[in-house]
T-cell receptor, first 118, second 112 residues
Framework: GAVVSQHPSRVICKSGTSVKIECRSLDFQATTMFWYRQFPKKSLMLMAT?????????EQGVEKDKFLINHASLTLSTLTVTSAHPEDSSFYICSAPFGGLARTDTQYFGPGTRLTVL | GENVEQHPSTLSVQEGDSAVIKCTYS??????FPWYKQELGKRPQLIIDIRSNVGEKKDQRIAVTLNKTAKHFSLHITETQPEDSAVYFC???????????FGQGTELSVKP
């Protein structure tokens, strides 16, 4: 099956700093990737759709300037949490639809990044 | 907007019993319905999916049914085992690499 990686797996930072999370499709290309946020014992909340070569599409209520998304290549999307605060602490997971340019339905998830803001 | 409702939020069964989790969706354009299993601290893993042109799909002990008219779909796990214990999420999308909208999740506990 398709493999999606994320880096880092865990990050602790001070309030006010920015944190970048990378999502890579290892064995396929993805023109679209998705970023989710998950609180403990809660569901996955879609934050934004990352589009290769164009601007990301953000879900209602998600701050664009707070969560910067860049999809610079067909295998890499990055999420930058700017000026992080304790309320940004969460589990961030990306996904990519397998098939890339062929566009299929099946989405595979990265292992997630646990962000803790002190 | 799009919404997916999932029930129950928790489910406890004895090993060997069956477990059923139900979801309803609001967007009539949805045509792809995957189910994911997530163990604590790990990524969601796709366990089965169904498309709107199919009413039922089965893979060993797992089956999914879809009622397009009523806009609901269900996950059925038979002969449950302790290793089936996890959180299960249903989702819906309009397909073709479209975004997934997730249900609230069901924490399944299978007691030996």
């Amino acid at each position: 099956g398709a493999v999606v990686s994320q880096h880092p797996s865990r990050v602790i930072c001070k309030s006010g700093t920015s944190v970048k999370i990378e999502c890579r499709s290892l064995d396929f290309q993805a023109t679209t990737m998705f970023w989710y946020r998950q609180f403990p014992k809660k569901s996955l909340m879609l934050m934004a759709t990352s589009n290769e070569g164009s601007k990301a599409t953000y879900e209602q209520g998600v701050e664009k300037d707070k969560f910067l998304i860049n999809h610079a290549s067909l295998t890499l999307s990055t999420l930058t949490v700017t000026s992080a605060h304790p309320e940004d602490s969460s589990f961030y997971i990306c996904s990519a639809p397998f098939g890339g340019l062929a566009r299929t339905d099946t989405q595979y998830f990265g292992p997630g990044t646990r962000l803790t803001v002190l | 907007g799009e919404n997916v409702e999932q029930h129950p939020s928790t489910l406890s069964v004895q090993e060997g019993d069956s477990a059923v989790i139900k979801c309803t969706y609001s967007d009539s354009a949805s045509n792809y319905f995957p189910w994911y299993k997530q163990e604590l601290g790990k990524r969601p893993q796709l366990i089965i999916d169904i498309r709107s042109n199919v009413g039922e799909k089965k893979d060993q002990r797992i089956a999914v049914t879809l009622n397009k008219t009523a806009k609901h779909f269900s996950l059925h796990i038979t002969e449950t085992q302790p290793e089936d214990s996890a959180v299960y999420f249903c989702a819906a999308s309009s397909g073709q690499g479209g975004k997934l909208i997730f249900g609230q999740g069901t924490e399944l506990s299978v007691k030996p």
